[in-house]
């Protein structure tokens, strides 16, 4: 947050647009998949660092609307505990 209030991205809800701060993590999103088809994993514009942009924009939103990020991931950490999926319902791979 401390960056964002020196750059001037704004540090509260009314400073903010949240459906943009959404859109924008979206687009890092695909940045890192993007990076990741073309095996560009290390370097300027590769995973790891787009990833780093990903975390960089959730923290900021989070920060931005005042919610306690791993307050809310241990609570869904502890949530998928208990849950299960139905692998051959899912268009996913499961190994």
Sequence with gaps: MEQAREK??????KDISVPEKI????SEISE?????RHKKIKGKGGFEEE???VLQRLLHLSGSLKID??????????????????????NESHR
């Design 23 to 26: 859109a924008l993590l979206h």
């Design 51 to 53: 990833l780093g942009d």
């Design 69 to 90: 990020l791993e307050k809310a991931i241990i609570k869904k950490i502890g949530s998928n505990k208990k849950r299960n999926w139905n692998w051959k319902i899912l």
């Design 32 to 36: 890192a998949y993007e990076a990741y």
């Design 8 to 13: 001037g991205f704004g540090t509260s809800r």
